[in-house]
């Protein structure tokens, strides 16, 4: 067949690929330039040479669609890097395999997004793939997590430096499952993750650079500690201080823009599993990085368990939905939005980004123009893997065909732009209230959004007068009310319906009494 993307071919010579070592195995890629159809029986004109490959992933092993670590091999075994279709040449290299992905386009997606918010992500170019002359679909080339001038751009850090600035960088470090840790090294937070049930539920980080069967001791300890530091000044009374406290650690900025991506995706696996920080030496960077972004198959709703599929709720508040998980997150961003400047900052830099690169129309045409790229290799790769019809663990969505799946992925977006845009506009509105204490009662507003009739619903468990308050953007009060007797009695659920008096906006509803507090936000539309 022919095809309008890069053709990649491997061939093991009859061998198994294992979940690892890596095997020995020969590798082509055919791409015949842009405008030009690429064919199976092409020659190879991009990569023709040897190759290291294994099965790599955790969970999507089960799948029957395997994607695969690449390392680039000269003749006799030894690394060697080289170009492939055109990025930075390196040596380490994977094919992504989108499987329950079926709009084969998130992790695409979620690292141009990276990409365009200024950092560095793992550049990726779809191809279609032929293993052993058996065609397996369309797969994503991608850049492997690396320490490299053109990837993770931290100084290179030799096993003999092991003092002064030398030892202050670079690191790769990494929270994530232990599922392919080398010699199980690294540590454990001493703050487990919040709303923990087990004792065992830990925060664990990873040495991913240097290695672990190559880090030394010295190097080993200079990493915990700082990001320990990092963790005692964010938790500690200090927190806030200008020297003292965790702003002094970090890159703030970093965090706003992973924290932007995550909740934009609202990925079941975001900041507790993949999850990369970096730090430079001293003398050019003294603060810790979080990025780059890693494995976002199953964001943009397509998880069916932890409220994954509504593209309602902070992504970060997944220990609080989802605490029977092992893999909890830790309690920086949660503690990170308490303050008054950091919380400024995520406003105004969100505001920034909807205007301009995650404005819905830029992602709407950039997601048109993958999906004009793939509409003939998509239907191969479907025909190839027959899935539309059928739930692949853990769909939330089941479309039938591939336009239902691109427009479920549209439309999920489009409400998780809408709800967030609600939330981060209204701020300023909520910064005096960080410890809600009604912590224990239940309050929703529905329809939410809505056009203007809308119900308050609330658990009240009080006989003091119980006073509802509705705030618009600014802060100023357009409707202060007390609910009659009818709701105080002890144990009941009141509803309070509001006529369509309010205009399109979002809105602030705090409910107190004597003793308690809560509160929701409102988006009422046209």
Known sequence: NASNLPIIKVNTNGQSIPDE?????????????????????DPFNDYDGNIGIEIRGSSSQMFPKKQYAVELWTATGQDTSASLLGLPAEEDWILGAPYSDKSLLRNVLTYRFSEKLGWYAPRTIPVEFYLNEQYQGVYVLTEKIKRDKNRVDVSKLNPDENEGDDLTGGYIVKIDKFDGAAIGLGWDSPYPPPYKTTNDQVIHFQFHYPKEDEISLQQQEYIEEYVTEFEH???????????????????????????????????VDGYRLSTFLYKDKDSKDDKLYIGPVWDFNLGFGNANYCDGGSPQGWAWDFNKICNGDYWLIPFWWDRLMRDQDY??????????????????????????????????????????????????????YVGGSYANEVAYLKSWISDRLRWLDAEI????????????MLANKQISVYPNP?????????????????RISIHNQLGKIIVDETLNSKFMNSGTTGVFEFENKLSPGVYIIKISDSKYLNYSRLLLVN
């Open 21 to 41: 070592p890596k095997i020995t195995a020969t590798m082509g890629i055919i791409d015949n330039g842009p405008g030009n159809l690429n064919h199976a029986d």
């Open 233 to 267: 000044a964010l938790i500690g009374a200090d927190w806030l201080h200008p020297k003292f406290g965790y702003k002094s650690y970090i890159n703030a900025a970093s965090f706003i823009d992973f924290s932007i991506i995550n909740e934009i995706t609202k990925n």
């Open 343 to 396: 919380k400024m900052r995520y406003k105004a830099r969100w505001q920034e980004l909807r205007t301009g690169v995650l404005s819905d129309s830029q992602i709407m045409n950039y997601i048109d123009s993958l999906v004009t790229a793939l509409d003939a290799p998509q239907q191969r790769n479907f025909i190839r893997w027959s899935i539309l019809d059928e739930y692949v663990w853990p769909n939330n």
């Open 425 to 436: 506009n209204a701020f300023e509105i909520i910064t005096d209230l960080e410890e809600p």
């Open 450 to 466: 809505g056009n203007g009739n809308f119900s308050i619903r609330f658990e009240h468990a009080h006989t003091d007068p119980l």
